[in-house]
């Protein structure tokens, strides 16, 4: 099972907005509403921000949205902030055989 | 508070084994899915393994299919991952995570590496 494909890089100004990409196929990511998105900051463990594509977890500000269109998904990240400079990974369940996939990965840079 | 704290990583010699642990506290372990993923030095996340809240279900990543065998002990509110015949591409840092909703990952450990060299 191939990751899900994400830019290896994004990057914006405080206060602007980024969005993120995951790419996968009609076997994953267009076949079911569970896309879930993690930040993780260097040496640290993920963190659930996004999850059943556009749901955000208690805790998790509302700067963060997500979206799904056919087989790719997104991450927007709005008014960013310092703290939002970290590496995003997608994920998606892929089925009884595959299970499950995460995302190559994308650094967020605050510049 | 939801708490994950693995264990058991170190250095091992390729074709070697090592058991990993996973201790979980504030929360009801038997009634959640529970995952190991893993992620070598410098490289993104994969996902390694799950196992139903009452153990009969199990799954695994073809890369670690019939090598790893993952495990729970609900009373001990423990979670394992057997890892034999352990290879150099297995270096990384396993994360044990709580089933969230719909194939998420609501809660991750601090990670434990795994180093595998001769």
């Known amino acids: 099972q191939s990751a899900l494909t994400q830019p290896p890089s994004a990057s914006g100004s405080p206060g602007q907005s980024v969005a993120i990409s995951c790419t996968g196929t009609s076997g994953d990511v267009g076949a079911y509403d569970s896309v879930s998105w993690y930040q993780q900051h260097p040496g640290k463990a993920p963190k659930l921000m996004i999850y059943e594509v556009n749901k955000r977890p208690s805790g998790v500000p509302d700067r963060f949205s997500g979206s799904k269109s056919g087989n790719t998904a997104s991450l927007t990240v709005s008014g960013l902030q310092a703290e939002d400079e970290a590496d995003y990974y997608c994920s998606s369940y892929a089925g009884s055989n595959h299970i499950y996939v995460f995302g190559s990965g994308t650094t967020v840079t605050v510049l | 508070e939801v708490q994950l704290v693995e264990s058991g990583g170190g250095l091992v010699q390729p074709g070697g084994s090592l058991r990993l642990s996973c201790a979980a506290s504030?929360?009801?372990?038997?009634?959640?899915?529970m995952h190991w993923a893993r992620q070598a030095p410098g490289k993104g996340l994969v996902w390694v393994s799950h196992?139903?809240?009452?153990?009969?279900?199990?799954g695994y990543a073809d890369s670690v299919k019939g090598r790893f065998t993952i495990s729970r002990d609900n009373a001990k509110n423990m979670l394992y991952l057997q890892m034999n015949s352990l290879r150099v591409e297995d270096t990384a840092v396993y994360f044990c995570g709580r089933g969230g909703v719909t194939a998420s990952l609501d809660y991750w450990g601090q990670g434990a590496l795994v180093t595998v060299s001769s």
């Open positions: 504030g929360f009801t372990l038997s009634d959640y899915w």
């Open positions: 196992i139903k809240g009452d153990g009969t279900s199990l």
